[in-house]
């Protein structure tokens, strides 16, 4: 590991180790595989915190897929979402016709991908699934389930593996708590 990480006094214990990481992906890869076998799924990442995820899934599958991403940023507190988000990055592909998979770090409250599910269903996919590393137990407040999910974690601030504290955190290679306090 790297020597800063041990050294963080604010870095509390791993909640998901890169092990873990490795070989859940490896699963979600496959079954993701073995749902759209003949109809190769547009793979949306949700910038910034799901490019390491979207990275390593992305190699999992085993079809032609396409790639695109969205960055959105939510009014107010950076964490304590009100689910009123704007678009920041807007996609390049029109997803009229396609598979669309939206691929996100973590689910919370599950207001900022309520959201952006109502958002891009009005563009005409041919289907929409929701792909998640991360699912807060019970915490969510929308009314549609997440496909996919990597593994559901109990609710405390976790950083790595894309996810950041002010930018920071994001090469973490595991998932570990964040001691700081939810960062407003
Ligand atoms: P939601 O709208 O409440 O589901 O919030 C989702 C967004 O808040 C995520 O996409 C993250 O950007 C951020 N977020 C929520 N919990 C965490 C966390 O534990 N660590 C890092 N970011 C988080
Ligand atoms: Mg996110």
């Keep these: ?19 873990q990481l490795s070989a859940r992906i ?23 915190g799901a490019f390491v995820f979207l990275a390593d899934l992305a190699r999992e599958i085993d079809l032609p897929i396409e790639l695109d991403f969205m960055a959105v940023a939510s009014y107010g507190s950076a964490t304590k979402t009100s689910g009123v988000v704007r678009i920041v990055k807007d996609l390049d592909i029109d997803l009229t016709g396609r598979h669309v998979i939206v691929i996100e770090d973590i689910v919370d409250s ?9 958002s891009l269903l009005a563009r005409g996919p041919e289907s929409f ?10 915490q969510q407040r929308m009314n549609f389930e997440v496909d996919y999910v990597g593994f559901e974690i109990e609710p405390l601030f976790v950083v790595g593996y894309g996810m950041d504290v002010a930018e920071r955190y994001r090469n973490l290679p595991d998932l570990r708590v964040y001691l700081g306090g939810e960062p407003e």
């Design 129 to 138: 699934a929701v792909c998640s590393l991360l699912l807060k137990s019970g």
């Design 110 to 118: 599950g207001l900022t991908l309520a959201y952006l599910r109502k």
């Design 26 to 48: 490896g699963d979600l890869g496959r079954e993701i595989t073995k749902d759209y076998e003949g109809r190769p799924p547009l793979l949306v990442g949700v910038l910034k």
């Design 1 to 19: 590991m790297q020597a800063w990480v041990e050294s963080d006094p604010l870095l509390g214990p791993v909640v998901v180790s890169t092990e």
